[in-house]
């Protein structure tokens, strides 16, 4: 399995894309920027126009697009993948959607001969990047077994949760509730420090020794007192988006979430007012209402 497709070249897709093309696979790839496009022909791989010519000497294709609506204009029409993969290849999804529209795109794949593998990512840009996403991948055993190794190239955990499609998905939906939740009581911890008297370098030292210490929030206080709110690859509707999957699921579910509502209400309040920013500028919301500013203080910066 060399031939690699890739439909959605975007902050995290083209990374990923790297990453396959430096572990040794054939990759073919498609985005609507076409400087995407040209960074892909940079990075070695050979860009296309249409999700239909990814799909002509792929045996697998990856699709990283924002929504279930995105993979459905990728999938089908005359200029779709399916009108050009083989029976036998391989399509992974590796968007985040609600576990429901990945489950009705279950069957008509399946009718032709193609295998559907679930398996949303985490782990933001840096993961992207740096190889080492968190993947959370739902297929038949066999399938799974058959995809490691290309999964490899973009991710270091590689968790297979289930056989049942959807399950990825679900996983990718409560893991989520835990980060959004986080993101928003480091915001609110950070505030509360400094308008009280604190120093954000002393939060950030204590907060990252501490038991919540993390990747995760090293990076977001990191963003929030370098004052960098735009392109460091978090876009803050993206979170928006998993968050009302997440809370959708929860409703259908009957589960209550008060926590990751309340993260949700915020998130939505940010976009409002932030919509071209990444997940830190919530912090500007917060800092707002209480009158203060998460920074590097003078004698630090």
Not at 135 to 161: E, R, S, Y
Not at 224 to 231: P, S
Request: with cysteine; charged share 20%; proline share 4%.
């Amino acid at each position: 399995m060399k031939e690699i497709g890739f439909i959605g070249l975007g902050n995290m897709g083209i990374s990923m894309a790297k990453n396959l093309i430096e572990n040794g696979f054939n990759l073919t790839g498609f985005d609507l920027n076409p400087k995407q496009l040209d960074t892909l022909k940079e990075l070695g791989g050979t860009p296309v126009a249409t999700c239909k010519e990814v799909g002509e000497k792929a045996d697998a294709v990856f699709i990283m697009v924002l929504s279930g609506a995105q993979i459905k204009q990728a999938l089908f029409g005359d200029s779709g993948l399916l009108a050009s993969l083989k029976p036998g290849s391989t399509i992974i999804v590796s968007a985040t959607v609600h576990p429901s529209e990945i489950r009705e795109l279950e069957q008509p794949i399946l009718d032709r001969g193609i295998h559907l593998v679930d398996t949303p990512v985490s782990g933001g840009k840096p993961g992207a990047e740096g190889g080492t996403l968190t993947l959370m991948t739902a297929a038949p055993q066999q399938v799974f077994d058959d995809i490691k190794p290309v999964l490899q190239a973009v991710g270091k955990n590689i968790f297979h949760v289930g056989e049942e499609v959807g399950l990825g998905q679900t996983v990718k939906a409560s893991l989520q509730a835990l980060i959004g939740s986080t993101f928003t009581a480091i915001f609110e911890s950070l505030v509360l420090g400094v308008k009280s008297g604190a120093k954000a370098e002393t939060l950030f030292e204590v907060f990252r020794s501490s038991g919540v210490g993390s990747p995760l929030f090293e990076n977001a206080a990191s963003l929030i007192m370098e004052r960098k709110f735009k392109d460091t690859g978090s876009h803050i509707g993206t979170m928006y988006k998993d968050l009302g999957i997440t809370m959708n699921m929860a409703k259908e579910n009957g589960v209550s979430m008060f926590t990751t509502s309340a993260a949700f209400e915020l998130f939505q309040a940010g976009i409002s007012l932030f919509p071209d920013e990444d997940n830190w500028s919530i912090v500007k919301l917060l800092e707002q209402i209480a009158g203060t500013t998460v920074e590097k203080s003078a004698e630090e910066a």
